[in-house]
């Protein structure tokens, strides 16, 4: 049986019904389900004891509907066919501000603005609440015994400030226990104070969507109320290219939700819409999110409104949330496709505690990209403005960034040695082109002393004491292993297959630089110089080829 | 010419044979335009002798020689004949004046013939006067030994006799000189006389000196030498005439000075010089009125003495004695009357000048001392001069420079400060807190403020309030929003007016560090309400006085009745110059050097009037990349940059003057004395955290250019030079140079910016910087544990951003510096960045110097170990110093 709205006792508000009703009449199932929908008797479920009334007077003026529905259809369309049950907790702040019957005519106006829009798709109470409810802004949690009823409840504050009235107010979403960030407005004008509250709880209002069929990248939905006509076609409306948040809701066997979880990093894109239904994109940091069906799981999606400009990224480490993150490159893109390269519109750094206010962009959506030095720990969609803090858990990146300060290390010394052999050799070439091939002296280990030694028997020796292949191998291997074995400790494959990219891209690259081969060759081509030197004392040597 | 000279000679030889007098020779005539024998024309040669071009010219046909001339041909004298003809020859010795003396010669000679001829006749017992012999001696009078020159203007070898009855006079070289030199004095080109005038004097020196050789030698064969050890008969008029000229000249020029020391020449000389003592009185009495008006009275006095020393009681310098002392006396009596009305330092100003002026006043030096001692002020030599205000730019070099360090530190008050350092840490105090406790294993710090402050100190009481509004900035978001602090702080808790706790997030290492807060800096720059009250809390407050003078007055004066007072005014005195400040401080001008340079340290030891302090930390000196630069980003260029210097020798040459000393034993000294060493961090190495096993980077010349040879590509993408910019300190400039040109030796196009301060001081509100590449900076890190991540990221309260230039595994290891909660850990955290700093060359250190303040002896009460210039000011002493001459 379906409630009628507002009071009975007032001619407008019956009239408004009648209208309801007539509506109602003439509604039209989505298309898929105009044939099985057409001989439907409308018949609204019984449950009229648990309706409230939008006035505390007004609670037991139930009425049926007229139009009736078959019980197939509307268990079938049950979600669609409910309106909201809404509870609007209005409290008045600063004392004395509205008092008795001024409260109670604000109560009504603020009900039948609500009603003018949202006709029979909200079921409304408002009630006036002491000031301990809103001391804290965990309330709605709170009070979750007296809400349980609800599908929507709305905190509004009425206050006063330098400039007027100062309206404060928030929306929670029962079964999904999500709230929405406080927003405030200030009127100049007592008069306008019921007409903004309704203002202020439109905008707030998050329709609510089941997820009904989902596969990897889209999903379709049907919207609750969807197939209540609605006096204002915004009130309840999910236009395209709007984004829906998701939560699965886990229900007993008495359909109890026991367990309510968000999936994490994910969005719905509305692409299309027809009546309570809507096909959407899946845009998520996994690869299919919403994917697979579960006994008694039930995938929620409320819209997505950013109520602020701002966001907080806060990047926390999974094993260790309390010591900070230090400084991660944060990068920003607008859109990404897997396997195409991204276009960053934004690098930023976290601070110290591993915080980044985030702004809000032209598109809602934006992909984070958290970096440490090279590897990327994150990539995740997020709504700036949507929730005042955005946690975000990376894994550990310690062993990782140690690994790449040693390899870098290593790769800078192998840089000034390839140099320094470089110009040995060619002083090795010179020396020999004017003859000075000279001995070492023995037991010289050719430190100091064959250093300043200026013959080609001294400086080959310098540069047979250089570092070589083994010494940096071994090197290498010194900053592998461990680094391994802690990744692997640690259960991160992913960081171990790096490591050892790593480390094998860096024997490669010692090996490609530091080659023996060439040395020999250099040991040769000296001693061919030599004997060439030693036969003809008269004539000049043998200028060395390149 | 020369067969004309030739058949002159040849009739000379006729006559003289007839005389029976043997052979004579002739010497060769100059025309005017034959200046030089050498340059005779050959063809004369081939001319007739009878021909009367071919004769010597005559002496109206001769023109003198120009100074031009003079100054370039070989000596050469006139002698003119009988006929009036003139033959050049080389100059004749002895002389001036040969023929008077051989007059004389011959009156002494003929003197003796007629006593020998009397004696003969009336004793004949003697020996006879023998007429033979002196017949002989008297031919030698006869005639003159001659030299000519010859085509080539070198004197012929054969030497000529000319018969003394044919010459009728010689002009000497020196006439010729003297002639020319009075010529171009009168003609007003004094430079070309003077050039004249000491070529005249040095030649005539020397003719006196081999006068006086041959003098003896002359003296004994002829009895009756001539005076040829006397100056050249007019030269010393000459010489005073050009100088009385020149006197005038640069009268009119303004160059008193000068043409003062000119007038003390010509009074030295014998000669009588008519109207010196007036022209005297004019050129002191104008320079006097000029220095005086520029108010600098030790000239105008030094001037006044040298009058005097002149010209005793002459009526300027009279004149100019009795301004002085009356000007002298009114400002005593001015003076004495703000002291006595407790305007301390009007009247300290105004006895300071009137020592100034007349310093031998009677009475003057005990009323001067007596003020002095309560108005105490330290006058201090310094280089340069911030440019003033708080947010005072540093000139269009980057950073901070020495000056605005001295400001700042003088300037600033913060709650806590590094006092000392004690086995290689930084131990801190704090002027403000009575004492601060740790509880809950140091997460709490309990803060106790000092509710009363002692008469020496110059800072306010203050309360919790203070404080927590000194934070504040720190803590919200805005410029002075201090990243590091918020990341420890988590809350601020006042407990009473000089109570306050505050409850860290987690334990730093040293807390202290942390708590630098500067009480005395303004929170927003633009709020003058804020600037004037954060102001109230700093010790001193500076004001520019002219270009070269800032003055730091004591914002807490010091009570009436005390035994003994402390600075209460510190004037700096800016000179051009690193000489000009050390003249200025030789001559009192200054009490105290803030830094001088290594090698005047033993000098300055070894002066009893002065204590040589050093500082707590040398001073360390490194190349930062700016973070930006394209250069930064090439880790091959930066390290060649490295390998291509030779630190050592810089070091040496440059900062410690090894090459100015000329024994091997004084450069092995200063060698030992390791005033300077090359260091492989930019903080002092003394500290515990630097890492000793971090080995220098040998000089590499071939390594350098094969790493730039790496990045060749790359380098030349960047299409400009790398950009050197540089303090303007001349000792800087030049090691700066040089490494520039050491880069460039290896193939990098590098090239030197000069940071122009004067170039910012008329561009305050623009502020314009130069473009750079990498920076020559002088630091000193006071915590490094705490500023070195401040050092690389170049900002007091770096946040992460500031770092990001740097690769992330860097950022973690300084991340990492800053979180480590224990003192030895972070000593071994720092030396592991230490290490991996220079390794990557992030910066390229170079050397430190270890620095030194020179403090005249009558200055005390300063630390043994300065922290910074004016390190505990508040306890100096100063003692008058009634040597000095001025300020």
């Known amino acids: 049986m379906l409630q009628i709205p507002g009071s009975t006792r007032c001619p407008l508000c019956l009239c408004v019904f009648a209208t309801v009703v007539v509506l109602l009449g003439r509604l039209q199932l989505p298309g898929v389900l105009s044939d099985e929908t057409s001989n439907i008797a409308i018949a609204a479920a019984s449950d009229g004891d648990k309706r409230d009334s939008i006035t505390e007077e007004n609670d037991t003026n139930h009425e049926d509907a007229s139009l009736m529905f078959s019980s197939e259809a509307v268990d079938r369309y049950r979600f669609e066919l409910e309106p909201y049950r809404v509870l609007v907790e209005l409290h008045v702040m600063t004392p004395r501000l509205i008092e008795g019957k001024d409260l109670q005519r604000l109560s009504a106006k603020l009900v039948s603005h609500i009603h003018r829009n949202a006709g029979a798709t909200w079921s409304t109470r408002v009630v006036v609440v002491d000031a301990d409810s809103f001391q ?149 940091a996994f690869r299919a999110p919403l994917a697979g069906i579960q006994r008694r799981v039930e995938t929620r999606a409320l819209v997505a409104t950013p109520l602020s400009n701002v966001s907080e990224l806060r990047i926390e480490r999974r094993n260790d949330r309390r010591s900070p993150t230090g400084t991660l490159r944060v990068n920003l893109a607008h859109s990404f496709v897997p396997g195409k390269p991204v276009d960053f519109h934004s ?200 | 010419m020369t067969s004309f000279i030739r058949v002159v000679l040849t009739w000379l030889l006729f006559m003289s044979a007839t005389a029976g007098m043997g052979t004579i020779s002739v010497a060769v005539a100059q025309t005017n335009d034959e200046t030089r024998p050498a340059q005779q024309d050959s063809t004369a040669e081939e001319s007739s002798a009878g021909e009367t071009e071919d004769q010597p010219p005559l002496l109206e046909e001769l023109s003198t020689p120009k100074a031009e001339e003079l100054l370039k041909v070989r000596p050469f004298d006139w002698m003119v004949l009988k006929n009036g003809r003139v033959i050049i020859v080389e100059p004749i010795k002895p002389r001036p004046n040969r023929l008077e003396w051989i007059e004389a010669l011959l009156f002494n000679h003929n003197d003796i013939k007629k006593k020998g001829e009397e004696r003969d006749a009336g004793d004949d017992d003697q020996e006879p006067f023998d007429l033979a012999k002196w017949r002989e001696k008297r031919l030698t009078y006869e005639y003159f030994d001659i ?311 110059s800072r306010p009481i203050i309360t919790t309030a203070d404080v927590l509004q000194a934070f504040m900035p720190a803590l919200k978001s805005g410029e002075a929003f201090d990243e590091r602090l918020e990341l420890f702080i988590n809350e601020i808790r006042p407990l009473s007016p000089t109570e306050f706790a505050i409850t860290l997030a987690r334990v730093p290492a040293r807390p202290e560090a942390l708590f630098r807060v500067d009480l005395a800096k303004p929170s927003d720059p633009d709020d003058e309400s804020d600037e004037q009250h954060r102001g109230s809390f700093a010790s001193f407050r500076g004001e520019r006085v002219g270009n070269d003078h800032l003055v730091y007055t004591r914002l807490f004066p010091e009570p009436e009745q005390l035994l003994e007072y402390h600075v209460a005014e510190i004037q700096e005195r800016r000179y051009r110059s690193y000489n000009e400040m050390i003249r200025g401080f030789n001559r009192n001008e200054v009490d105290y050097l803030p830094r001088i340079q290594v090698p005047d340290v033993k000098k300055f030891r070894e002066d009893e009037r002065v204590f040589v302090q050093p500082y707590a930390l040398p001073a360390s000196h490194f190349l930062q990349f700016r973070p930006d630069s394209p250069y930064f980003k090439l880790p091959a260029v930066r390290r060649a940059m490295r390998y291509a210097m030779d630190r050592q020798s810089l070091l040496e040459k440059e900062f410690l003057g090894v090459d100015d000393l000329t024994s091997e034993a004084e450069r092995n000294a200063i060698r030992r004395a390791n005033l300077g060493r090359v260091v492989t961090a930019p903080f002092a190495s003394t500290l515990l955290g630097y890492n000793a096993l971090v080995r220098s980077t040998r000089y590499e010349i071939g390594t350098a250019t094969a790493l730039v040879f790496v990045d060749r590509e790359r380098i030349q ?32 196009n590098a090239e030197l910016v000069i940071a122009n301060p004067k170039k910012a001081e008329s561009k305050l509100e623009t502020q314009e910087t130069v473009e750079w590449d990498v920076a020559y900076r002088v630091h000193r890190l006071e915590d490094p544990v705490y500023d070195f991540v401040s050092l690389l990221a170049m900002k007091p309260n770096p946040s992460s951003e500031d770092l990001r230039y740097l690769p992330s595994w860097i950022v973690r290891e300084l991340q990492k510096l800053e979180l480590v909660s224990d003192i030895q850990e972070s000593q071994e955290q720092l030396r592991r960045v230490h290490e991996i700093v220079a390794k990557e060359a992030i910066l390229i250190s170079l050397w430190e110097l270890d620095e030194f303040a020179v403090f005249r002896r009558n200055i005390r009460g300063f630390p043994q170990q300065l922290v910074h210039p004016y390190d505990g000011i508040d306890t100096w002493v100063i003692q008058p110093n009634l040597a000095a001459g001025e300020f």
């Open chain 2, 147 to 457: 030299v000519l020159y010859d085509e080539t203007g070198e004197a012929e070898e054969t030497e000529f006799r000319i018969q003394r009855k044919y010459v009728e006079k010689f002009i000497h070289f020196e006439d010729h000189l003297l002639n020319e030199t009075s010529r171009l004095t009168k003609a007003g080109d004094l430079r070309t006389a003077y050039e004249l005038l000491v070529f005249l004097t040095r030649r005539d020196t020397q003719r006196i000196k081999d006068a006086k050789k041959t003098l003896p030698k002359i003296a004994v064969d002829e009895e009756k030498p001539f005076p040829w050890d006397k100056p050249w008969p007019g030269l010393e008029i000459a010489r005073n005439d050009l100088l009385l000229a020149d006197v005038a000249t640069l009268r009119k020029a303004g160059r008193y000075e000068e043409a003062f020391l000119r007038i003390e020449d010509l009074h030295q000389s014998d000669a009588v010089v008519p109207g010196l003592s007036r022209l005297a009185g004019l050129v002191a009495n104008e320079f006097i009125a000029r220095v005086d008006t520029a108010g600098d009275f030790r000239q105008a006095r030094f001037f006044i003495d040298r009058l005097d020393k002149l010209y005793p009681g002459h009526r300027i310098s009279e004149k100019w004695k009795s301004q002085y002392r009356q000007r002298a006396e009114t400002l005593r009596t001015e003076g004495l009357k703000k002291f006595s009305g407790a305007d301390y330092s009007a009247g300290a100003t105004k006895l300071n000048d009137a020592y100034r002026v007349w310093p031998t006043l009677p009475g003057l030096a005990v009323e001067y001392r007596r003020v002095a001692t309560r108005y105490q002020v330290l006058r201090s030599g310094v280089l340069s001069l911030p440019n003033g205000g708080a947010n005072e730019p540093h000139g269009s070099y980057p950073f901070e420079q020495t000056s605005s360090w001295r400001r700042r530190k003088l300037v600033s008050r913060p709650l806590l400060h590094v006092s000392y350092y004690r086995d290689g840490s930084p131990r801190y105090r704090s002027s403000y807190l009575e004492d601060w406790v740790p509880r809950d294993l140091g997460r709490e710090l309990r803060f106790l403020l000092r509710n009363e402050r002692d008469s020496w100190e």
């Open chain 1, 347 to 546: 690098r930023l750094v976290t601070d110290r505690r591993g915080t980044q206010r985030l702004s809000k962009e032209e598109t809602p959506i934006q992909f984070i990209f958290v970096y440490s030095g090279d590897t990327l720990l994150a990539r995740v969609p997020v709504m700036i403005g949507l929730e005042e803090v955005i946690e975000l858990e990376v894994p550990d990146d310690e062993t990782q960034l140690s690994v790449d300060g040693q390899l870098n290390q290593i790769k800078s010394e192998l840089i000034d040695i390839v140099a320094r052999r470089t110009v040995m050799i060619a002083r090795v070439k010179l020396l020999a082109k004017q003859g000075k091939f000279g001995q070492l002296a023995a037991g010289d280990a050719g430190g100091q002393d064959a250093r300043e030694e200026n013959n080609v028997s001294a400086v080959m020796k310098q540069i047979e004491l250089l570092p070589g292949v083994e010494s940096f191998r071994k090197k290498i291997l010194a900053v592998r292993v461990p680094a391994v074995a802690r990744s692997e400790s640690a259960g991160d494959r992913a960081a171990v297959n790096r490591i050892n990219k790593q480390c094998d891209e860096m024997t490669e690259l010692v090996k490609r630089y530091l080659d023996d081969d060439k040395l020999k060759q250099l040991e040769e081509q000296v001693d061919e110089w030599k004997t060439i030197d030693r036969l003809s004392v008269d004539d000049p040597p043998k200028e060395p080829a390149e």
């Open chain 1, 136 to 284: 804290s802004t965990d309330g709605h949690r709170r009070d979750n015994g007296s809400q349980k009823n609800y599908d929507k409840v709305f905190r509004l504050a009425i206050g006063r400030n330098a400039n007027g009235f100062e309206l404060t107010g928030s929306e929670f979403d029962v079964p999904t226990q999500q709230r929405t960030s406080e927003v405030s407005r200030t009127v100049i004008a007592p008069r306008f104070v019921a007409h903004e509250l309704a203002r202020m709880t439109a905008a707030l209002f998050r329709p609510v969507a089941i997820v009904d069929t989902a596969n990897e990248m889209n999903v379709r939905i049907r919207l609750k109320a969807g197939l209540i006509a609605c006096p204002n076609p915004n009130w309840n409306a999910i236009p395209v290219d709007s984004y829906l948040t998701t939560y699965r809701l886990y229900f007993d066997r008495d359909k109890v939700i026991r367990k309510r979880i968000e999936v994490p990093w994910t969005f719905l894109k509305i692409l299309k819409t027809q009546r309570a239904q809507a096909d959407c994109k899946v845009i998520s």
């Open chain 2, 717 to 748: 993408e960047i299409g400009r030079p790398l950009k050197l910019v540089c303090p303007n300190d001349v000792v800087f400039l030049r090691a700066a140079g040089k490494i520039v040109e050491s880069w460039q030796r290896v193939g990098l």
